[in-house]
């Protein structure tokens, strides 16, 4: 194995730029590459594909995750392993709530950790936060650009397709949306002492138990194949990478250090070592 490439996710070992767009989709991630100055593939493994580009001169990583947080996982910290600092994820996400319509952004301060992967690494009760700055950059990100917009807590859940156990136990929790992959980034982040956080576009509700009757005027069932949803995502991708700018410009890259940020099993180790 070609000792600069990372074990699972190909990417580099070394040498990516420290702000980085993390979104699902390899072709999103081309599409927000499309976006930067300079933009060129760095590796594309799996679902892992990575781009390095700028963005009104700042460096930037953009790179997919794929569906699911255990594998996303391994990308954070393979990204984390060659230089990544700061962490935004560009998502898509259901509506939970009233009033969030289709296309428009949700801004993550934290996330439950339902991600079916954070569980095996440390206690539940451990929790999942955005980094406030990251919040706050997204916030002024999507107000400078006039993109409609929520704050609230998400709802990440490893299971996408309902099966038999009802989806009610949030009910009357005001979270703002559901997805796959946030919290595992969050956690993720705040064990390496990294910043992170997450802007999420709204495709829909992926069960009908979710859809809302009060909210049926501004989403509807799950469909991330529509017009609506391809524009929350561009408008997304710049609000994301406008933050990250906001970010270098302002924030230091790293969280101040704290007891967590050298979790077990950093750089080489796995389920099978
Ligand atoms: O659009 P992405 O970033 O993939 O996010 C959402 O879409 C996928 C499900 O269709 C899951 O990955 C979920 O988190
Ligand atoms: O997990 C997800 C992702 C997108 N939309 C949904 O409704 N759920």
Redesign the pocket.
Same mark, same amino acid.
């Given at each position: 194995m070609p000792q600069h490439l990372s074990p699972v996710t190909r990417v580099p070992r070394t040498g990516l730029p420290p702000y980085a767009v993390v979104? *699902?989709?390899p072709a999103?991630a081309a599409d927000v590459a499309m976006l930067l100055d300079g933009a060129a593939e760095v590796s594309y493994h799996r679902e892992y594909r990575v781009f390095r580009g700028s963005w009104r001169g700042v460096p930037m990583t953009v790179a997919s995750? *794929?569906? *699911?947080a255990p594998g =996303?996982v391994l990308l954070f910290r393979e990204l984390a392993d060659a230089g990544v600092r700061t962490f935004l994820?560009? *998502?898509? =996400?259901g509506a939970m709530r009233p009033g969030i319509g289709d296309g428009e952004l949700v801004i993550a301060e934290a996330a439950v950790r339902d991600d079916g992967v954070t569980q095996q690494l440390l206690p539940p009760e451990y929790p999942a936060v955005s980094a406030p700055e990251a919040v706050f950059a997204l916030l002024r990100a999507a107000r400078a650009a006039g993109v409609p917009h929520h704050r609230g807590f998400v709802w990440?859940r490893a299971a996408?397709q309902p099966g038999l156990i009802p989806l009610n136990a949030y009910d009357g929790a005001g979270l703002a949306a559901i997805?796959?992959?946030?919290s595992a980034l969050l956690v993720t982040a705040s064990l390496r002492g990294l910043v992170a956080g997450g802007v999420?576009?709204v495709?829909g509700v992926?069960a009908d138990e979710l859809v809302d009757e009060r909210a049926s005027f501004s989403t509807g069932g799950?469909d991330?194949h529509r017009e609506v949803v391809a524009r929350g995502v561009e408008r997304g991708a710049v609000v994301a990478l406008e933050a990250l700018r906001l970010l270098a410009e302002e924030c230091p890259a790293e969280r101040a250090h704290h007891p967590g940020s050298a979790p077990p099993g950093r750089a080489s180790g796995g389920n099978a070592t």
């Open positions: 979104v *699902g989709d999103r995750h *794929g569906v *699911g =996303a994820r560009l *998502g898509t =996400a990440t996408f997805e796959m992959e946030l999420l576009v495709d992926n799950y991330p």
